[in-house]
């Protein structure tokens, strides 16, 4: 079992920045790759960016230009940087890993972008 916690999110303005961090725990070792997806409200659940065990990142077309996503494999952590943020970033973002077995996922965190 894996556990995530995310963390990070809050109300924003418009253009303004957040960091959000997942931590993992639990069976953390066997982790491929760890995730983030949003979900606004009325819409489906999206991918925004991932990163694998060895660094590599894939990110969405929409998130690239403004987002970062980073991996600290000393504190389990993976951190989403968002900048220039927009009301329709407006989301509950969640965390999730792959072990190759299943994907877990954590409570998410919500963002909410004011103009």
């Known amino acids: 079992q894996v556990q995530l916690m995310e963390s990070g999110g809050g109300l924003v303005q418009a253009g303004e920045s957040l960091r959000l961090s997942c931590a993992a725990s639990?069976?953390?070792?066997?982790?491929?790759?760890m995730s983030w997806y949003r979900q606004a409200p009325g819409n489906q659940r999206e991918f925004v960016a991932s990163i694998t065990s060895g660094g590599d990142t894939t990110y969405a077309g929409s998130a690239k230009p403004r987002s970062s996503i980073s991996r600290d494999n000393t504190k389990n952590t993976v951190y989403l940087q968002m900048n220039s943020l927009k009301p329709e970033d407006t989301a509950v973002y969640y965390c999730?890993?792959?072990?190759?077995?299943?994907?877990?996922w954590g409570q998410g965190t919500q963002v909410t972008v004011s103009s």
């Open positions: 999730s890993a792959y072990t190759g077995a299943r994907t877990y």
């Open positions: 639990g069976n953390r070792f066997n982790i491929d790759a």
